[in-house]
C-alpha cells in the first residue's frame, strides 16, 4: 500500500517536472538527500527515482526553455571541471576497471544533477526553496535521531538510512552538522511563530543527534560549528552563554560509555580506528608523490594491490584490519590524491569498500 500511494505521488509529480524544470530540481535534490524510496520494501523501492527525475528534468528544460541563459557560475564551472578531472584520471587508475566506472558513474550523475541546479537557481526564492528541501530531508533524520537520543540515553549510535551515502554514523553526523547552520538561516527569515519555534526545536534535536552518533569526528566538528556561530552573531556574550549552555546541557546529557570514547582521542595513538585512518592518510599521500598528474584514480587507496605500491616493510604491530567505512568520512584529503593535478586540487570523493586494508610502513 506505501509502495502504490508513493508510486501515485511521483506519477502526479512527474508531469509538473516536465513543465516546471526547477520543481524537478528540488525532487532530484529531495531523492538525493533523503532517499525516501529507501523507506519502502516493496516494488517502488528498487526503482531509479533519481534518474528518472532527472530525465525528466532535462526534458523540462528543453521544452521550458530554462535556463534561459547558460552562463556558468563558480559553483557550476567547478562542477563540470571536476566531470572532466575525474574523466581523465579514471582512464589512467590503477584499481580494477569495473570498480572505477562504476565510482565514475555514480560520481559523474552526482555532478551533471549539481550543474543543473546550480543553472537553475536564477533567484532567491528559489535558492530558499532548495534550502528547505535540503533541511527537511536531512532534517527528518536528524530530528528522528534526536529523539531516539532521548528515548535511548544516549546509550545507542545514531546512523543515516540504509543504502545511502549517510548511512555510517560519522556521515550521518556530518550531514546533521551541515545543516544546523541551514535551519538557523530559515529560523531567522521565517515570518511565523510556529516556524521559528519548530526550526529551533529541530537544531536541538539535530545537535542530539550529531552527539548520539558517538562518532569523535563529529565532536570536533561540534566545536567549529560552535565556533563559527558565535563568531558571526551580533551579540559575541549572549552568543556565548546560549551556545555554552546548549553544548554543556547536551553533553551532560550523554552517558559513561559516550565520554569513554570520546577521550579515545586524546589517546589516538592506541586506537585502531584513528591510527588505521592516518595510515590511509599516509598511503594516499605517498600515492600523490608517485603520481603527481593524475593520482591513482578512483578506488586506488581502498584496493589492496595499489596500496602495496607504496607500502614498506611490514610492521605486525601496525597491521590493523577494521573496515574501510570507519575511513569514508575522510573523502576531500583522499580525492586530492585519487585525482591529482598539478595546480588543481579538485575535492572529489569516493566511497570506499570493506576491505581489510594493506600494511603501510609510514
Known amino acids: ?98 570498480a572505477v566506472w562504476a565510482k565514475w558513474d555514480l560520481v559523474f550523475k552526482a555532478l551533471l544533477g549539481v550543474t543543473l541546479t546550480a543553472l537553475l537557481l536564477t533567484d532567491r526564492r528559489r535558492v530558499h526553496a532548495l534550502v528547505w528541501v535540503i533541511v527537511l530531508s536531512i532534517g527528518y533524520y536528524s530530528v528522528k535521531g534526536g529523539v531516539f537520543t532521548l528515548m535511548s540515553g544516549g546509550g545507542y549510535r545514531v546512523y543515516g538510512p540504509e543504502q545511502s551515502m549517510i548511512a555510517d554514523n560519522n556521515h550521518a553526523a556530518v550531514a546533521f552538522l551541515i545543516i544546523l547552520p541551514l535551519m538557523n538561516y530559515l529560523r531567522l527569515h521565517s515570518a511565523h511563530v510556529l516556524v521559528r519555534n519548530g526550526l529551533a526545536a529541530a537544531m536541538v534535536l539535530t545537535l542530539l543527534s550529531a552527539v548520539g552518533s558517538h562518532s569523535r569526528g563529529a565532536l570536533l566538528a561540534l566545536a567549529a560549528v560552535a565556533a563559527v556561530f558565535w563568531w558571526r552573531s551580533r551579540r559575541k556574550l549572549v552568543g556565548a552563554v546560549v551556545l555554552g549552555v546548549a553544548l554543556a546541557g547536551t553533553l551532560a546529557f550523554m552517558p559513561a560509555n559516550w565520554w569513554e570514547r ?46 602495496n605500491r607504496v607500502a614498506g616493510p611490514c610492521d605486525p604491530q601496525r597491521l590493523v584490519r577494521v573496515p574501510w567505512r570507519a575511513w569514508v568520512p575522510r573523502l576531500c584529503d583522499l580525492a ?17 569498500a570493506r576491505q581489510p586494508r594493506p600494511c603501510l610502513g609510514l
Open 1 to 98: 500500500m506505501r509502495d502504490l500511494a508513493f508510486t501515485l505521488l511521483m506519477l502526479g509529480l512527474l508531469p509538473l517536472a516536465a513543465a516546471r524544470p526547477f520543481v524537478g530540481v528540488l525532487l532530484w535534490c529531495w531523492f538525493s538527500f533523503m532517499n525516501p524510496h529507501r523507506e519502502l520494501w516493496g516494488f517502488a523501492a528498487p526503482i531509479p527515482w533519481a534518474a528518472i527525475i532527472f530525465g525528466v528534468t532535462v526534458l523540462g528544460c528543453v521544452i521550458a526553455r530554462e535556463p534561459r541563459e547558460w552562463r556558468l557560475n563558480w559553483v557550476s564551472g567547478l562542477a563540470v571541471a571536476l566531470m572532466v578531472a575525474i574523466t581523465l584520471t579514471s582512464f589512467t587508475a590503477l584499481a580494477p576497471p569495473e
Open 336 to 352: 586530492r590524491h585519487d585525482h591529482r593535478k598539478r595546480g588543481l586540487h579538485l575535492p572529489i570523493g569516493s566511497l570506499g
Open 262 to 307: 570520546m577521550n579515545t582521542i586524546a589517546s589516538y595513538e592506541q586506537d585502531a580506528s584513528a591510527t588505521s585512518r592516518l595510515q590511509l592518510w599516509g598511503g594516499a599521500w605517498k600515492l600523490a608523490l608517485d603520481r603527481p598528474l593524475v593520482g591513482s584514480g578512483f578506488r586506488g587507496p581502498y584496493t589492496r594491490a595499489v596500496m
